[in-house]
């Protein structure tokens, strides 16, 4: 005769391995928010200065960056950005975004 016994299940919680933490994530989107808007502001600026051609321009030098941004960090949004690369896109940021007010 046969016997049916039930195995007991261990249950293994599944953690999210793509997150380094909290602070680690709000760098990340403090990252992808500040690299929107500085793309964004070179644009404007390239618009006010120049007209389409500027916008143009402006794409040609976004793209550009951006590849260098990912060349310099293995990755677009790493996992752990560093707190002096975010500093320097945050004065990036407020640069352009004063240039432009002062422009307007």
Known sequence: ????????SQYQPVYN???A????????FATAVLL?????ML???GYVMVGVFGVILAIIGIAFGLM????QHKSM?????????LAGLAVAGAVLFGLAALMA
């Open 17 to 19: 391995r793509v997150s």
């Open 43 to 45: 644009a404007l600026i």
């Open 1 to 8: 005769m046969t016997r049916v016994t039930s195995q007991q």
């Open 68 to 71: 260098w941004w990912k060349e």
């Open 77 to 85: 949004l790493p996992r752990d950005v560093p707190g002096k690369s």
């Open 21 to 28: 933490g909290g602070a680690s994530d709000a760098k990340a």
């Open 36 to 40: 929107t808007f500085t793309s964004g």
